[in-house]
Structures are given as structure tokens and as C-alpha cells.
């Protein structure tokens, strides 16, 4: 493993960003299931977190990639949020983040979001920068 691919686990690890949020009335639609809109926008920030904690850099997003809703999450529910970095390139990130919906009276619990987002490291004139500049991609 290169000081690079170590220096990319040892961050992977720190950054991975975990949330749980209560699914309440007002993050509901008239399903009484979470508003998808709601879903993205934790996701985003969960990603965003994750991808901060992973390069301590000023960071946007600068896309996503498809998102699966798999299964409706009800009014009610628990919701994890596990961001991790999947991906390190020269100056941007992928985050993949993974919902995991939990009963408020049972142990059961299942994925019901996947995506992915990606990053790009700024300056202050908005100009792409290195991630990792103290071990730059060959
Ligand atoms: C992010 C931004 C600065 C990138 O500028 P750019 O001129 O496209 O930059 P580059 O072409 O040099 O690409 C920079 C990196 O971004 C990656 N990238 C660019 N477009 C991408 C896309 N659509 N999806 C994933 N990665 C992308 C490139 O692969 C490159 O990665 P690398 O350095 O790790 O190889 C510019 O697109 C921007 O300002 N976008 C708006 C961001 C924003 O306002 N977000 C919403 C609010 S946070």
C-alpha cells in the first residue's frame, strides 16, 4: 500500500459520518411516508460532512449520482445515515450514503436509500483544488 492509500484509509475511517434522525409529521408527505426531497437534502448534508471531515477543505457539490428509494420509509420510522468516501481523486471526493430505516418498537432494520455524491475541493477564487495535498495523486 502506497503512504497515499494509507493516508486514504486512515481518513476514510475517521470521516464516516453516522445520523439518525425520528421520522415526524413535519418531514412527511401525504403518504404519510418521508418526503424524498427531505431524504436528499440529509443525504446531502450527511455526504457533505463525511467528505469535509475526510479533506478539511472547502468543498461543493458537484453532482450526484442515481439514488435508489427502494423501500417507502412511514411516518414513525428511525432513520441511520452512514456517509463514507468511496472514491479520492485529484481534487474531488465520492461519498456514498446509505439509509438504513428502523421500527421505533422492533430490532428490524433494512437499507432503504443508496447514492452517491461528489465533491470538489475549492480555493478562494472557486478553483479546483487537491484533496490530499500532502500526498498528491500520481
Ligand atoms: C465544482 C467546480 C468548481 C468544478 O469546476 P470544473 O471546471 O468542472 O473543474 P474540473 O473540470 O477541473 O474538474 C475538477 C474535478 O471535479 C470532477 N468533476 C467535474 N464535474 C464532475 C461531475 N459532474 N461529477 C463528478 N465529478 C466531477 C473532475 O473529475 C475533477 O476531479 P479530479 O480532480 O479528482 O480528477 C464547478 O463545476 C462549480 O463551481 N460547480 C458549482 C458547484 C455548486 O455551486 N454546487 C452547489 C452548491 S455547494
Known amino acids: 500500500m502506497t ?7 486512515r481518513r476514510t475511517e475517521l470521516s464516516t459520518t453516522r445520523v439518525a434522525k425520528a421520522v415526524f409529521p413535519p418531514t412527511t408527505n401525504h403518504h404519510n ?8 437534502a440529509w443525504m446531502d448534508e450527511v455526504s457533505f460532512i463525511a467528505a ?25 420510522s428511525i432513520l ?3 456517509g463514507r468516501v468511496i472514491h479520492v481523486g485529484n481534487t ?31 480555493d478562494d477564487e472557486k478553483t479546483p483544488i487537491p484533496v490530499l495535498p500532502d500526498f498528491p495523486a500520481s
Open 92 to 122: 474531488s471526493l465520492k461519498v456514498e450514503v446509505e439509509v438504513f430505516v428502523e421500527s421505533m418498537s422492533c430490532d428490524s432494520r433494512e437499507r432503504a436509500i443508496h447514492g452517491v455524491f461528489s465533491f470538489v475541493a475549492i
Open 52 to 76: 469535509t471531515r475526510f479533506c478539511r477543505l472547502p468543498l461543493v457539490t458537484v453532482s450526484s449520482d442515481r439514488i435508489d428509494f427502494k423501500h417507502a420509509i412511514a411516518a414513525g
Open 3 to 9: 503512504p497515499r492509500e494509507q493516508e486514504i484509509q
Open 33 to 40: 411516508t418521508l418526503f424524498g426531497g427531505t431524504a436528499l
Open 80 to 82: 441511520e445515515l452512514v
